[in-house]
């Protein structure tokens, strides 16, 4: 069996070659806007001319642009005449929302020192429907806010300093960004009617399995992403909705999934619980056997064998676990033998593309029955 080992030794190499040159993971869709980034979180060498500011009294001046050619349009914020409908008051140091007008409906006040949110401004501003908040020192959102802005349809609050998830929010919303926030609690009934809302995100905040009850989602029956990334959850959260199609979950301590925590998720597609503390004794093996499933992460556990997956998974990340030995004939969605003529779903193999192995106690060669398995792999990093 010369030849045979020959040839298969070749392939592997071939593979491990195309592992080596493909081994950055494909880019996501960024979830987050870029260029909001103002207080870089590498500290930089303070510059003489410019001391960082010393609270609360040393903020910088508010920059107040030159009169507008719209009396409406306050001194702190820029209108344009291109875009009649938005206020511009980004980068500008305010500490006090100016009075907002009538006709706007676009808000950008990211990137300022405000630490407060009241209702005033808003009294008149009741066609806002989007409202850029993030980046500055919000501890207190007043409940009042949101009656006055009742087609509210994104609220960006990432980068703040809030607690809690602010009460009252309007049942209008689509996208409610709370990012990199202290939010340790999300009170009961923070999202009743919250129907619309396709995406959720609570990445970098302070939530515990106690923050949160099982009814929390129940109403975010259109809910489409989900981030609960860098949190201190040591459970998967309860009552997550079946329409998710995005579910990010690393960075926390979750130890294990219960076996039927996925059924009816029919259009769940992309799950990450990267760097978490689960083992094979939290894994229930068939757990991720899910048929919408596209890509699963796992990578910075501590799983000792790889868990079933579904035959249209494409990406697979396992790097970084225990894993000591991969059984291409056990894990492999369908049955090798299957007749290639059968015109079923199974007919053209398992779709997995992408496999991530490395930093496991797995030396190449990759096993011949992996390779006859998984015809589709075009990348495995070993
Ligand atoms: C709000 O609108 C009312 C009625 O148009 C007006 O009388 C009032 O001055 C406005 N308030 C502010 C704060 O702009
Ligand atoms: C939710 O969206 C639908 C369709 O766009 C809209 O008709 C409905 O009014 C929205 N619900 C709320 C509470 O805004
Ligand atoms: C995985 O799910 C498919 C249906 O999507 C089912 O046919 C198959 O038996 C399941 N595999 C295991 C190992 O449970
Ligand atoms: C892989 O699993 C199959 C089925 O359980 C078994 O027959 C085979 O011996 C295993 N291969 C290795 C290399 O352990």
Partial sequence: MKAGTGLFSALAVFLLLGAVLTQTPRQKKPT??????????????????LPEPQEPTDF???????PSMYIYCPRECSCSPSYPN????????????????????????????????TAEPFINATEIRWINLANNRIHRIDKNVFEKVP???YLYVQRNSLKEVPAGLPASLEQLRLGRN????????????????TLLDLYHNQLSDSGMGKNTFKDLKGLVQLNLAHNILKKMPA?????????FLDKNRIDDVP????????????????????????LPKTVFNITSLLDLQLSHNQLASVPLFNGHLEHLHLDHNSIESINGTQICPYSLEADPSDHSDHSMGPRLRYLRLDGNHLSPPIPLDVIMCFRHLHSIVI
């Fill in 32 to 49: 987050r806007r870029p260029g909001l980034t103002r207080r870089p979180s590498v500290p930089k060498p303070a510059e003489p001319a």
């Fill in 239 to 247: 009552g997550v909705p079946s329409s998710l199609i995005q579910l």
């Fill in 60 to 66: 910088p001046p508010v920059i107040l642009g030159p």
């Fill in 182 to 197: 202290r939010i340790s609690k999300i009170p009961a009934g923070s999202f009743r009617h919250m129907g619309n809302l």
């Fill in 86 to 117: 938005a206020l511009n008051c980004e980068n500008r140091n305010i500490r006090n929302i100016p009075v907002i007008p009538p006709q706007t409906q676009y808000l950008y006040l990211q990137n300022n020192y405000i630490s407060e949110v």
């Fill in 151 to 153: 087609a509210l349809l």
């Fill in 259 to 282: 076996k039927d925590y996925f059924d009816g998720f029919t259009h769940l597609a992309f799950v990450r619980l990267n760097y978490n503390q689960l083992s094979d004794k939290g």
